[in-house]
């Protein structure tokens, strides 16, 4: 099997106010703020929205269900990062190299997102999995494939 390519797609950090967040960091960092949408899926009702900062985007996530797990994770650890996002070019094979260093998956099963808008461009779908944040400092991982 080959070896995966990595790179940082983004940071996620974790927010009761979506809205204030979004301002408070814009301004603070002079960054472009994106609107903000929300995403019903699969039992996890979020809101996102972010900031660009020259070329890195910084997105902020709130849970509106009040029940979900971002929801929980505010309640237990506050605000602050809960993730990072990292793509790859093979989902397959960085899931095989991160079990081998002892990551563990909330599922292995991808998520797959259809129709995804990212900087001006739609990609077709994006096949997600999560590394549960207590295999790895607390800090919960999101590995995407992106397709065009």
Known sequence: MAEPNFSIQEITVAVNDIGAAAER???ALKGEVDGIESFPQKGIDI??????????HIALVSDHSGSGPVSKLLE???EG????????????AAI???????LQFVSEEPLILKDYPWRGEVYSEV???FVH???????????GQWFK
Do not use: C, Y
């Open 25 to 27: 960091m814009g301004e």
């Open 47 to 56: 809101d996102m929205g972010g900031i660009w900062v020259g070329d890195f």
């Open 76 to 78: 237990n650890r506050g």
């Open 81 to 92: 990062i809960s993730e990072i996002n990292v793509k790859t070019d093979d989902l397959t």
């Open 96 to 102: 095989a190299h991160m079990k081998a260093q002892g």
């Open 127 to 129: 096949h997600v999995v």
């Open 133 to 143: 944040p207590a295999s790895n400092t607390g800090v919960q991982i999101e590995l």
